[in-house]
């Protein structure tokens, strides 16, 4: 469970810090 939502909040930081320049469809 840790594994997931250690990657649930990582893939939220990516999204939002890549997204604010180039968002992703």
Do not use: E
Not at 4 to 25: D, E, K, L, N
């Amino acid at each position: 469970l840790g594994r997931r939502v250690a990657s649930a909040i990582s893939s939220a930081a990516t999204t939002a810090t890549v997204g604010t320049s180039s968002p992703q469809v």
